[in-house]
């Protein structure tokens, strides 16, 4: 007998009320990998495709309960983590993860939106370091957020390698650091995943033409819903990136600002999908 109960995965992240980031972006993924969102609001904001205007952050017992009434009631198979908004909730959130072990941990350290608006204070930066990595199974940072999570001295962090940012980042206690190139000045998107050994695997993709809003919420929750999925864990940041790729190839502009990640691309182009370019990937 087949089981028709899709697995679950717990969201922390804010409200963005375009639909294209946070929480909408985190559901439409999880939704698109055949699961089940339990979405958890740590924050609301005001904020459209162009900017953020306004952000306010939920009382951490309301997170709290939120989240745990979940737990008491659905068999939870993933945890995936994005704006948190505020050391408080950080506390809360790592308290939950330490409850629950087994269940793998995916964390999108988002410290601005694709705006450059800010989300994370340096509070926040070094509650995540020191609460909620030691719990991480992924940590998915762009290749400024591994930086500034890699080190306080903005001086120093222009000069960090992605390498440099990895070993420092791990340190923390995550499992694996999957740093992605989308920020750096390279011809392709170079993906890099690091454990505490080193480099594992780099993949290299095309660049694609837009500034895109919600590509990092959409990476993050696909590993989640992979890993919910029983996939190992390789192979779920494979998946997850190839999501991705066709997310944002087929994204589209519903205002007058970025691009927004097309999560249901499968739905409409399922006869006429093609393999993503995958210019380069190799397993060290």
Known sequence: MINDIPPAVLIFAGNDPSGGAGLSADILTICSLGCHPLPVITAITVQDTSKVEDFLEVEAEL??????FLLEDVQVSAFKVGVVGSVENIAIIAEIAADYPNIPLIVDPVLSSS???????????????ELLLPHTTVLTPNSDEARRLACDDPDEQEDLSIEQCA????????EMVLITGTHENTPHVINQVFNRKGLIKKDTWERLPYRYHGSGCTLASAIAGSLANGVDLLSAIQEAQEYTYHSLKQAYRPGMGQHVPDRLFWARLQETLEDPPLLQGNYD
Request: aromatic share 6%; hydrophobic share 30%.
């Open 167 to 174: 070993t420092n980042i791990l340190q923390y206690g995550c």
């Open 115 to 129: 705006q450059g608006d800010e989300f994370a204070s340096e509070e926040i930066i070094e509650a995540t370091r």
């Open 63 to 68: 997170v709290s309960d939120q989240a745990r």
